[in-house]
């Protein structure tokens, strides 16, 4: 089977610029999630979802920052527009369903923002 | 909150030797899981093994287990026959239900000497 799939991998762009990062979890899980990965604040959670529905989006950093899942196989997390300090590794995760369950994660994207 | 505390920032094991990977967990509540999560160079976060707060047995997955002291908070994991390949990040998780978030320490960096 098919794992979490995450596009691009890297991404390089410049300041002010529009990045969207593409998410397909894994077939018949039910809750995605959005973690991003620096150096200062470790894995942190942006939001997740069920059944595509966005639960918590405390983590979202500023309105800059959106994420839609429109269904249950595609995910988008959108940043407009970018900064420097927005470069990071961003993982989609999934899993069967909320509360206690493993989440799955996926190769991860890699974001540079120039 | 809960906070999740690994206090090696790095070890070195010599291969086929055993080496132990410390963690802590701060939480209030009684229903939870923790995981332990290898994240190798590649930044793919791979899950190495859970373990269910309310089983008393510690979990195992093959070279991989757990000491889990539940009474202490304590989330040990133990690599046996240490591998080159098992050189990588690896990250200390908790999950609590309610919330669907889960929270990482700041990992420790594993080295595989030959």
């Known amino acids: 089977d098919a794992g979490v799939i995450q596009s691009p991998r890297h991404e390089v762009t410049e300041m002010g610029q529009e990045v969207t990062l593409r998410c397909k979890p894994i077939?018949?899980?039910?809750?995605l999630f959005w973690y991003r990965q620096t150096m200062m604040r470790g894995l942190e959670l942006l939001i997740y979802?069920?059944?595509?529905?966005?639960?918590?989006d405390s983590g979202m950093p500023e309105d800059r920052f959106s994420a839609k899942m429109p269904n249950a196989s595609f995910s988008t997390l959108k940043i407009q527009p970018s900064e420097p300090r927005d470069s990071a590794v961003y993982f989609c995760?999934?899993?069967?369903?909320?509360?206690?369950?493993?989440?799955?994660f996926g190769p991860g994207t890699r974001l540079l923002v120039l | 909150a809960q906070t999740v505390t690994q206090s090696q920032p790095e070890m070195s094991v010599q291969e086929a030797e055993t080496v132990t990977l410390s963690c802590t967990y701060d939480?209030?509540?009684?229903?939870?899981?923790l995981f332990w999560y290898k994240q190798p160079p590649s930044r793919q976060m791979i899950l190495v093994i859970r373990?269910?707060?309310?089983?008393?047995q510690n979990a195992t997955e093959n070279r991989f287990s757990v000491n889990f002291q539940k009474a202490a908070k304590s989330f040990s994991l133990k690599i046996s026959d240490s591998q080159l390949g098992d050189a990588a990040m690896y990250f200390c998780?908790?999950?609590?239900?309610?919330?669907?978030?889960?929270?990482f320490g700041t990992g420790t960096l594993l080295a595989v000497q030959p």
């Open positions: 995760a999934s899993s069967t369903s909320t509360g206690l369950e493993t989440q799955y």
């Open positions: 077939s018949g899980h039910n809750s």
């Open positions: 979802f069920n059944n595509n529905v966005p639960i918590d």
């Open positions: 939480t209030s509540e009684s229903d939870y899981y």
């Open positions: 373990q269910e707060a309310y089983k008393q």
């Open positions: 998780a908790y999950l609590r239900g309610a919330t669907n978030k889960l929270i």
